[in-house]
C-alpha cells in the first residue's frame, strides 16, 4: 500500500474546541493506527498549530474519505488539510 504524509492545520484559536473534541479525536486515531493504517501522528512544533500524520492506504481518495470522518474536522477544526504521497526509502517497519 502506498504511503501518505497528511498534514493538518488547524483554525486559528480553535484551543479550546479542539482540547473539547481531542478524546474523540485520539479514539478516532486509536482505531486506524490498530487497524494498521495510521503509523504515526502528532502535533508540530511551532506557532501555527499544526499536525503531521504517516498513513498507509489504498489510495488518497479513500484516506481522504477516512479523514473526513475525524471528529476534528468534522467539528470543523481543520482549516487546511493535505495529503501527499509519500515514496519512502528507509523505514524501519521494513528494515531487515
Known amino acids: 500500500m502506498p504511503t501518505f504524509a497528511v498534514t493538518y492545520a488547524y483554525r486559528a484559536n ?8 481531542r ?3 485520539l479514539a478516532f486515531l486509536e482505531g486506524l493506527h490498530h487497524a494498521g493504517l495510521l503509523y504515526m501522528s502528532g502535533p508540530l512544533a511551532g506557532d501555527e498549530p499544526r499536525a503531521l500524520l504517516v498513513f498507509e492506504d489504498t489510495d488518497e481518495s479513500t484516506l481522504a474519505a477516512r479523514l473526513d470522518d475525524d471528529p476534528f474536522a468534522e467539528a470543523g477544526l481543520i482549516e487546511a488539510r493535505t495529503i501527499a504521497t509519500w515514496n519512502v526509502f528507509f523505514d524501519p517497519r521494513t528494515a531487515a
Open 14 to 21: 480553535s484551543e479550546n474546541d479542539r482540547a473539547t473534541h
Open 23 to 25: 478524546p474523540a479525536h
